[in-house]
C-alpha cells in the first residue's frame, strides 16, 4: 500500500520567515495530495490540496508543489504568523473509486513571536 | 466549526469494556470515515460508508466495527477494549466520497483513554 514520509516532525521559525514541509509518497498512481491543518483540541482541517495534474497551487501566503518525477511534495508558507503554529499532515491517494487517504506523521510547526 | 460533529467528547473505560462513539455528517454529506490517532501511529485510516453501505476498510481491528445508518450518521463500536485503544477517534465526512480526493471534513474527535 501507499507509503507516506513526512519531514521534518518540528519546525521552528521566526514569525515573517518561511517554513518548508516535505513528504514523499510510494505509491506512483497517488494523485490527490491534501494538506491539513490540527491545532489543538481539534480535528484536522483542509488547508489546500493539489492534483497530479498540477504542478504548483497558491493560496495567498500558503503554496503546495509537486514533483511527481521524484514522488514528493511540500507546503510553503510564507511570512508565518503565530497563528500559523500547528501540526501540519500531508496526505495522499489515488483519486479515483473507493480509494483512502494515507498520512504522514506530521509536522509541529511553531512560530515564535 | 467543519459541521461534523462527534460525541463524547472524553470517554474514560476500563480494559475489557465496550465503547460506541458517534458521528454526524455535515448536513448532506453521503460518506463518512474513521480515523484513529495516536502518538506513534499518526493518523490511521480505519474505515469509510457511502450511503449506508461499507466501501472501504483500513486497519481496523477485528474487535471494531461500524455501521451508518439511514439518516447518516455513524456509529464506531470498539470491544474487548486494551490499552492500547487508548487515541483520538476521528470521524469526517464528504459530500459523495468517490475516491479519496473528495474532500474531508473533520470533526473534533473523541478521546478515548482506556484504564
Known sequence: GENVEQHPSTLSVQEGDSAVIKCTYSDSASNYFPWYKQELGKGPQLIIDIRSNVGEKKDQRIAVTLNKTAKHFSLHITETQPEDSAVYFCAASIGSGYSTLTFGKGTMLLVSP | ?115
Open chain 2, 1 to 115: 466549526d467543519s459541521g461534523v460533529t462527534q460525541t463524547p467528547k472524553h470517554l474514560i473505560t476500563a480494559t475489557g469494556q465496550r465503547v460506541t462513539l458517534r458521528c454526524s455528517p455535515r448536513s448532506g454529506d453521503l460518506s463518512v470515515y474513521w480515523y484513529q490517532q495516536s502518538l506513534d501511529q499518526g493518523l490511521q485510516f480505519l474505515i469509510h460508508y457511502y450511503n449506508g453501505e461499507e466501501r472501504a476498510k483500513g486497519n481496523i481491528l477485528e474487535r471494531f466495527s461500524a455501521q451508518q445508518f439511514p439518516d447518516l450518521h455513524s456509529e464506531l463500536n470498539l470491544s474487548s477494549l486494551e490499552l492500547g485503544d487508548s487515541a483520538l477517534y476521528f470521524c469526517a465526512s464528504s459530500a459523495l466520497g468517490q475516491g479519496a480526493s473528495d474532500t474531508q471534513y473533520f470533526g473534533p474527535g473523541t478521546r478515548l483513554t482506556v484504564l
